[in-house]
Each structure stands twice: as C-alpha cells, then as structure tokens.
C-alpha cells in the first residue's frame, strides 16, 4: 500500500510504476536503486534516450 500511494503521491501511474520497478529490480544494480524510488524514477523507454544523449 504504501508503495502505491507514493507513487500516487509523485503523479505516476501506480501500475505502470509497479510493473516497472518489478520488472527492472531483478537485474538492477545495488548501488543504484535509488533511481526506482517513485520520486527519481522514470519509465524504461524515457531511461534509454536519457542515457544516449
């Protein structure tokens, strides 16, 4: 719940947010988890073009 309603709190799509963070956590390193936090975290594909320019 308390999950859900941060991201709520942060203006993202609760089950968009969930399934991504879900999806990437496995995988994803450590020390920087701290970007899949509702208030730095930004979907997949906004991710990707972020890190080509």
């Given at each position: 719940m308390t999950v859900?309603?941060?991201a709520k709190l942060n203006g993202l799509d609760p089950l968009a947010f969930l399934?991504?963070?879900l999806d990437r956590?496995?995988?994803h390193k450590i020390n920087r988890l701290d970007e899949l936090l509702p208030w730095n975290w930004s979907p997949v594909a906004a991710?990707?073009?972020n890190q080509a320019a």
């Open positions: 859900i309603e941060n399934a991504d963070i956590i496995h995988d991710a990707i073009s």
